[in-house]
């Protein structure tokens, strides 16, 4: 009896797609946080526009919203999937199962954009009834911000489960707190001259900077700016390296001090 | 026993935690077909050898060959042909016993995966159970979903920590014939760790005791009372013990 990387990610995402089946709270969650913040950003959008309408042009405080939270999204759902082992204390059967590391990356990378998706392309979807604005209006260059982000998402996404993995659920408030402290450098609301140099400096090393200054071109020079996404992707190319050697360094670390069988606190 | 014969060997294994020596220098073999119990008190580091056997636990020195293959450096060469059961490892607790089963099925790479679980649930009396989530079972039932999914790959070598810790007289005399049935109908290996002398020499052919990190004695259950004239293992392993302290 031999099996494939197929059989063993599909059986992955058989337990992902199970989980999700049992717990109706779990699966309102995902869309409800995405359609809850494009409601509130909305409804402050429309008041800037009549108050400030530059701050509102082409819908782009809705955008950022959206955009934004695909990277968010992108990470909790890989985060939570794996966070899920650790709970329910079934990381060592994963690990004496013929699961290979990289085969439950992929998994939990295919059910973050499965995740990721069910809830952003709805809170999308709802914002064209609400406040007229269409995201998808961006073309081809929203797949280009939509999937830099997702890759940024799961970079932080491989430090953090290391992280998890190295020091137990004592760091899981990471999960939530690493994405909200490369909010303030990622210009998502703002241009990036608005910020003092010093932190002008460490933003021309996110992803997230190139990402949104490229969107904020788009929407409101209507100017396409190829080289701001190729830029995000190189760094994220980076910054999935760094995350990928954090996550098999800890994982390493985990199975010499004998963490895997006992995951908790 | 011959190198062909063993499904295992561990050679001068040892895991030391910083200053701590959990397993020292243990080395052992295991021949086909057989029931090996793991005997110890609290911290004699059954577990801890348990785990580097599983790849769990990463050692400090020494070497472990499973199936002719060296496991330390190529476990997944031999992870589908394993198995193992612990009581400090849950299954998904929202998942019923059904798709628990299947998930693991999968992950194991089981052909007739229905026909498998089937089976198993008939043989571990889970039928009525299949649709209930892990949480609701009591804590014999989720044993038996335990060692159901330990069986699902049908493994040559399964490792079982404690498994009857917790269940009741009947359960564990239950579990044991099951095991042992297992074994026979298969010709499996398994290594299992346990507090309980009596189970131990009930079900195991050879039994390795370990004290301090240290294999301390070894033999049949018969071959261990006699030599030590005693009318159990208990007594042996009492008297072993009391030899410790005076070290």
């Known amino acids: 009896m031999n099996t494939s990387s197929y059989d063993r990610i599909s059986a992955l995402l058989l337990r992902y797609f199970f989980l999700l089946r049992s717990s109706w709270p779990r699966l309102l969650e995902i869309a409800y946080w995405p359609t809850v913040q494009m409601i509130i950003w909305g409804f402050t959008s429309l008041h800037f526009s009549q108050a400030s309408p530059e701050l509102t042009t082409g819908g782009i405080l809705i955008s950022a919203v959206l955009i934004w939270d695909s990277l968010f999204r992108s990470h909790i759902s890989y985060t939570l999937s794996f966070l899920e082992e650790m709970w329910s204390r079934n990381l060592a059967n994963l690990f004496v199962s013929p699961l290979r590391s990289w085969e439950l990356i992929l998994s939990l990378a295919t059910v973050s954009m499965i995740r990721t998706l069910i809830g952003m392309v709805p809170a999308a979807l709802l914002a064209i009834p609400f406040f007229g604005i269409s995201i998808f209006d961006l073309g081809l260059p929203l797949l280009g911000f939509f999937l830099n982000l997702v890759f940024t998402g799961w970079a932080i996404s491989q430090a953090v489960t290391g992280i998890l993995l190295r020091y137990g659920l004592g760091a899981e408030s990471l999960t939530w707190m690493l994405p909200f402290l490369l909010a303030p450098f990622s210009c998502i609301y703002y241009p990036l001259e608005t910020l003092p140099n010093w932190m002008q400096l460490i933003s021309k090393f996110l992803s997230t900077t190139y990402v949104f200054e490229g969107m904020r071109a788009l929407i409101l020079e209507d100017e396409w700016i190829p080289h701001l996404l190729w830029k995000a992707l190189a760094l994220n190319g980076i910054y999935f390296v760094v995350g990928l050697t954090l996550f098999c360094v800890a994982l390493r670390a985990a199975r010499r001090r004998g963490l895997l069988l006992q995951s908790g606190e | ?247």
């Open chain 2, 1 to 247: 026993m011959t190198q062909i014969e063993s499904l295992l060997e561990v050679s001068h294994l040892s895991k030391k935690f910083g200053s701590v020596s959990a397993v020292s220098e243990l080395s052992f073999s295991l021949s086909r077909s057989s029931i090996v119990g793991l005997l110890g008190g609290n911290g004699a580091g059954k577990t801890t050898t348990l785990s580097m056997i599983l790849g769990l636990l990463e050692p400090s020195a020494g070497s472990i060959q499973l199936f002719g293959q060296d496991f330390i450096k190529n476990r997944h060469a031999v992870l589908h042909r394993m198995n193992f059961c612990s009581p400090y490892v849950d299954l998904p607790q929202r998942l019923t016993v059904s798709e628990n089963l299947r998930v693991f099925a999968g992950l194991y790479g089981v052909k007739n995966a229905s026909e498998k679980i089937a089976h198993l649930a008939n043989d571990f009396r889970l039928v009525e159970l299949m649709n209930q989530p892990i949480r609701r079972l009591s804590s014999g039932q989720k044993t038996r979903v335990s060692l159901a999914k330990a069986l699902i790959n049908c493994p040559e070598f399964l490792l079982l920590d404690e498994p009857t810790a917790s269940l009741s007289p009947d359960v564990s005399h239950w579990v044991r014939s099951r095991l042992a049935d297992y074994r026979d109908r298969t010709g499996s290996t398994i290594l299992f760790a346990s507090h309980d002398m009596r189970e131990v020499e009930l079900l195991c052919d050879h039994i390795m005791i370990m004290s301090r990190g240290r294999l301390i004695e070894q033999g049949s259950p018969e071959e261990l009372k006699q030599h030590y004239g005693r009318d159990s293992l208990e007594e042996v392993f009492l008297e072993l013990s009391k030899g410790r302290e005076g070290e």
